[in-house]
C-alpha cells in the first residue's frame, strides 16, 4: 500500500536561511512524488514532481526537491526563504507501476517564515 | 483559462438534505477525482474517474456518491449528509501521469 509521511506539523524558520520541508514515502512500485502549496482559502498548486530522470527536480518560486530512493525520501527545500513562502505543503506519491489511479496524500507541513 | 470550477464555495446545510456539489473542467482531461481535507489527516480521496461513465472508489467513500456523463463534469452528491461528512472539498482533474489541477474547495458544513 502507498503512504506518505511527514513528520513535522509545523517548520519555522526566519526570512533569508534556507529551509526544509521533510517527507518520506512507500510504494511498491515506481514512485511519482510531487510537492503541492496550498495559500489560505485557495486551492492546491503544484510546485514540483519527479518522474524519472534527474533526482534534483526544480520547481515553482525557487523550490527544490530531492529524490534519495534508498532513504525512500523527497524533501523540499529553498535556499533563502521568504515570508511569502509561509502556507501549508503537501507531499504526495502515486505508484507508477500500477497505473497510478490514487495520488495519496501527506498530513501536510505548515511553513511559517518571521520576518 | 485552464481551470477546474466548484460550487458552491461554502455550504451549510442540516443533517440529512440531500446536495450536490458540481466540479467542471475544461482542459479535457480524462482522470477527475474527489478529495476531502481534514486537519491532521491530509488530502483523502473519495472517489475518481478515469473516463467518462468509469468511476471507482478511493479511500473514504462511504456516504458519497459520484457519476461521469460527461468528460467535464464530475460531480459529487451527498444524499443524506451527517455532521461527519462536515469537512473541505477539493476536486481535481489530470491529463496522463502528469500534475493534479485542483478546483478553489467547497467548504462544507452539516449541521
Known amino acids: 500500500a502507498q503512504s506518505v509521511a511527514q513528520p513535522e506539523d509545523q517548520v519555522n524558520v526566519a526570512e533569508g536561511n534556507p529551509l526544509t520541508v521533510k517527507c518520506t514515502y512507500s510504494?511498491?512500485?515506481?514512485?511519482?512524488l510531487f510537492w503541492y502549496v496550498q495559500y489560505p482559502n485557495r486551492g492546491l498548486q503544484f510546485l514540483l514532481k519527479?518522474?524519472?530522470?534527474?533526482?534534483l527536480v526544480k520547481g515553482s518560486y525557487g523550490f527544490e526537491a530531492e529524490f534519495n530512493k534508498s532513504q525512500t525520501s523527497f524533501h523540499l527545500k529553498k535556499p533563502s526563504a521568504l515570508v511569502s513562502d509561509s502556507a501549508l505543503y503537501f507531499c504526495a506519491v502515486r505508484d507508477g507501476d500500477t497505473g497510478g489511479f490514487k495520488t495519496i496524500f501527506g498530513a501536510g507541513t505548515r511553513l511559517f517564515v518571521k520576518a | 483559462e485552464a481551470q477546474v470550477t466548484q460550487n458552491p464555495r461554502y455550504l451549510i446545510t442540516v443533517t440529512g438534505k440531500k446536495l450536490t456539489v458540481t466540479c467542471s473542467q475544461n482542459m479535457n482531461h480524462e482522470y477527475m477525482s474527489w478529495y476531502r481535507q481534514d486537519p491532521g489527516l491530509g488530502l483523502r480521496q473519495i472517489y475518481y474517474s478515469m473516463n467518462v461513465e468509469v468511476t471507482d472508489k478511493g479511500d473514504v467513500p462511504e456516504g458519497y456518491k459520484v457519476s461521469r456523463k460527461e468528460k467535464r463534469n464530475f460531480p459529487l452528491i451527498l444524499e443524506s449528509p451527517s455532521p461527519n461528512q462536515t469537512s473541505l472539498y477539493f476536486c481535481?482533474?489530470?491529463?496522463?501521469?502528469?500534475?493534479?489541477?485542483f478546483g478553489s474547495g467547497t467548504q462544507l458544513s452539516v449541521l
Open positions: 519527479y518522474i524519472t530522470g534527474d533526482n
Open positions: 481535481a482533474s489530470r491529463a496522463g501521469y502528469e500534475k493534479l489541477f
Open positions: 510504494v511498491s512500485g515506481n514512485p511519482y
